[in-house]
């Protein structure tokens, strides 16, 4: 059984039935950043925030729309994140994590992204594939974001999404519960 949303957000299967068996994907979304790379994010306070441009723009997120809040949403993150230990400094970590509209979903346990500890080190440079998953069981109905975030103890942490590096993307699945 397949469906359809017609103009007016409506649902309708090849029966005209608004309803799917269990399972069923009603819905894929996928968004894609790939023109600049984030806000290096330092400090040392290990709170998560929203990934974020220069100016303060959230643009690693996907959006899904025309969600059933009786549905559930898997979302996939998938990016570079890439961290700089300088020369002196004996540790950086970071984490991240996935929020939807202004609630954290899905936050990292402790700074587990990346952990160094040098002694007499010039300095470290390293990037990393990440891959990020959750199933939303409580979407809102209607429109969804989802926003990646990241923390950093002791950073920089930044997400290298630029035209010369492999893109952000955000795969949303709305799933029939």
């Keep these: 059984m397949s469906g359809i949303i017609n103009s007016v957000g409506a649902r309708g299967g090849i029966v005209g039935s608004d309803v799917y068996p269990a399972g069923h994907v009603i ?3 996928s968004d894609t950043k790939n023109d600049e ?4 994010l330092t400090g040392s306070s290990g709170t998560i925030e929203k990934v974020h441009d220069a100016g303060g723009n959230e643009e690693w997120k ?10 559930d949403v898997l979302v996939i993150m ?10 002196g400094v004996t540790y950086v970590r ?7 509209d202004a609630a954290l979903i899905l936050e990292s346990d402790g700074n587990d992204f990346q952990y160094w500890h040098q002694h007499a080190v010039t300095g470290i440079d390293d ?18 974001i989802y926003y990646l975030g990241y923390k950093v103890d002791y950073g920089p942490l930044w997400i ?18």
């Design 62 to 71: 996907g959006t899904i729309n025309n969600v059933d809040s009786s549905n």
């Design 27 to 29: 819905q894929v979304v």
């Design 78 to 87: 998938t990016f570079i994140g890439r961290m700089y230990i300088a020369s």
């Design 160 to 177: 290298h999404s630029g035209s010369n590096n492999l893109p952000f993307i955000c795969t949303m699945m709305e799933i029939q519960r």
């Design 94 to 100: 970071g984490g991240f994590g996935i929020y939807r």
């Design 37 to 40: 790379g984030s806000a290096s």
């Design 127 to 144: 990037s990393k594939f990440i891959t990020l998953q959750i199933l939303d069981t409580s979407p809102t109905a209607g429109t969804n």
